[in-house]
C-alpha cells in the first residue's frame, strides 16, 4: 500500500475497512498486535464493558486518575464531535499527525498479513491506540469495548481491572436475543485474578458470580440502594455513597449516581494494588468529569438537552430523568433513532413522559424515517419535522424544556449545528 499524505485520505480510508468474515475468535487481533511487539502489554489498562454507561465510566475513572497525578490514554467510541477524540491522552485528543504516523506504521506491514485477515475499521483504531499509549508512555489506559466483550477487538489486553456497566438488551444480532447471552458475552473481558466491579443487576448476578469464581476474580458489585440522598437538576447532580457525601456531577441522571459510585469502587481496587488516589482526588475527579451528549446542557435560552439514547434502556433511563425535572417546567423531546434500534418499545416510553415530540431524522445513512417513527406514537401533541433549523426556531417560541435524543449520530450534528449557530 502507499503511504497516506493527507489526514482526510487516511481517515476516509480507515472508515472503509470492513471485516472480511465473521469473527469467531481473537486470533487475527492476537496476530496483528504480535507484528508490533505487543503494544497492549506496556501499560496498565482498565477495561470497561456494558450496554449503556461505558463512556461515562470512562471519563470518571480518566478523570479521578489524573487528578491523582497519572498520564491517563482513553479509547472509546463512537465520537461526537470529531475522528480523533477516540483515542485521548489526559483529555487531549490526539493529533491528526499522529494518526497518519500510526496509520502508515500499521500499513507498512500490511504485506505481512493475509488479505481476509487485514483489520476491520475497530481492529485497525484499537491498534492505533494501543500504539499510540506505548510511544506516549501512559501509566493507564482506560479501554472501552466496542460491541460486547468476549469477542470485542480490545479484549486482547490483560487488565489489572475489568469494569461492566449495565447489561441490557442491544446489539441482539450480534451478542443474544436473552439478557443472559448478553451478559455472558460482556463478561468475556473477566481474566483470571483480575477483579472486576460492576452495577447491581438481579437478572445476571448468579452470571457474574459464576464466572468470577471460574476465573479467580475478586469481584464488588455496587448496591443501589447504597446511592443516597440523590438530588437531580438541570446542571448538576449531586448523592451520597458510602463514605462519600454530597458527591457532585456536572453529569444529569441518576444513572450517572450509579457510573460514578462505579468509579468510587474502581478506585478501592486500583490503591489496593498500589495506586496512590485519595477520597479528595476521586470527589474533585467526579466533579470534574464531563462528556459529551449524556444529557448534557447545552444551551440554556432555549434550554436544550443533548442526550444520546439509543436503545430501550437507554431511554428508560431518559425518562427516570424527564420525571425527575418534569415538575418545574413542560419537557419536549424531539427524537430520531436509527432504522435498526428497537423503536416499537422506545417511542411508547417517551410517548407518556413528554408534553410535546417532534419526530424528526439525522443525515447519516443509518437513519429511520421521521415517518416512521411519527406512525409508531399515540402522543396527542405530536409533531414531524426534518429540518433541524426550523426546529431550533420553533422551541424558541416558548420556556419549556427541549431535549434532543434517540441516536448518537442525532445528537452528534445537532451539537455541530448549536456550536455554529453560537459562534456567528
Known amino acids: ?142 479501554v472501552e469495548c466496542g460491541i460486547g466483550g468476549l469477542l470485542d477487538d480490545t479484549n486482547v489486553v490483560k487488565p489489572v481491572l475489568s469494569i461492566i456497566s449495565n447489561v441490557s438488551y442491544d446489539h441482539m444480532n450480534i451478542l443474544g436475543d436473552t439478557i443472559e447471552e448478553i451478559a455472558k458475552n460482556k463478561l468475556g473481558i473477566v481474566k483470571e485474578k483480575t477483579p472486576l466491579v460492576t452495577i447491581q443487576n438481579d437478572q445476571i448476578k448468579q452470571l457474574i458470580k459464576e464466572k468470577c469464581y471460574e476465573m479467580y476474580a475478586p469481584y464488588t458489585v455496587v448496591r443501589k440502594k447504597a446511592i443516597t440522598n440523590v438530588r437531580l437538576g438541570i446542571g448538576e447532580t449531586k448523592f451520597d455513597y458510602c463514605e462519600y457525601k454530597d458527591v457532585k456531577l456536572r453529569m444529569n441522571g441518576l444513572y450517572q449516581c450509579e457510573n460514578a459510585s462505579v468509579a468510587i469502587e474502581a478506585v478501592r481496587f486500583l490503591n489496593l494494588q498500589g495506586a496512590n488516589i485519595s477520597k479528595e482526588n476521586v470527589m474533585e475527579g467526579l466533579s470534574k468529569t464531563f462528556w459529551l451528549g449524556r444529557l448534557e446542557l447545552v444551551s440554556t435560552r432555549p434550554i436544550i438537552i443533548l442526550d444520546g439514547a439509543h436503545n430501550v434502556d437507554g431511554i428508560t433511563r431518559l425518562v427516570e430523568y424527564i420525571e425527575s425535572i418534569h415538575q418545574h417546567r ?58 433541524i433549523d426550523k426546529i431550533l426556531e420553533y422551541i424558541k417560541k416558548d420556556n419549556w424544556i427541549n431535549i434532543f435524543s434517540g441516536s448518537l449520530y442525532f445528537v452528534s450534528e445537532l451539537r455541530k449545528k448549536i456550536k455554529a449557530l453560537k459562534n456567528k
Request: with cysteine; net charge negative; proline share 2%.
Open 1 to 142: 500500500m502507499n503511504k497516506f499524505e493527507s489526514i482526510t485520505e487516511c481517515i476516509s480510508w480507515i472508515e472503509n475497512q470492513k471485516r472480511k468474515h465473521e469473527k469467531k475468535d481473537l486470533n487475527d487481533m492476537y496476530a496483528l498486535c504480535e507484528l508490533f511487539d505487543n503494544p497492549q502489554d506496556s501499560f496498565k489498562v482498565i477495561h470497561v464493558a456494558g450496554t449503556n454507561g461505558k463512556g461515562s465510566i470512562v471519563s470518571y475513572m480518566q478523570s479521578i486518575l489524573q487528578v491523582a497525578g497519572y498520564r491517563v490514554g482513553t479509547f472509546t467510541s463512537p465520537y461526537i464531535e470529531c475522528f480523533n477524540e477516540r483515542i485521548q491522552i489526559n483529555k487531549h485528543h490526539i493529533k491528526d499527525e499522529h494518526i497518519l504516523h500510526y496509520a502508515n506504521m500499521i500499513i507498512s506491514k500490511y504485506d505481512l498479513i493475509d488479505d481476509d485477515k487485514k483489520p476491520s475499521f475497530f481492529s485497525f483504531i484499537t491498534l492505533m491506540s494501543f500504539l499510540y499509549f506505548r510511544d506516549m508512555k501512559v501509566d493507564y489506559a482506560v
Open 330 to 387: 413542560q419537557v419536549r423531546l424531539i427524537l430520531a433513532i436509527s432504522a435498526n434500534k428497537d423503536k416499537e418499545h422506545m417511542i411508547p416510553l417517551v410517548d407518556n413522559a413528554v408534553d410535546e415530540i417532534i419526530f424528526s431524522s439525522f443525515a447519516y445513512k443509518r437513519s429511520d424515517d421521521a415517518i416512521n417513527l411519527f406512525s409508531l406514537s399515540n402522543h396527542k401533541n405530536k409533531l414531524l419535522e426534518n429540518d
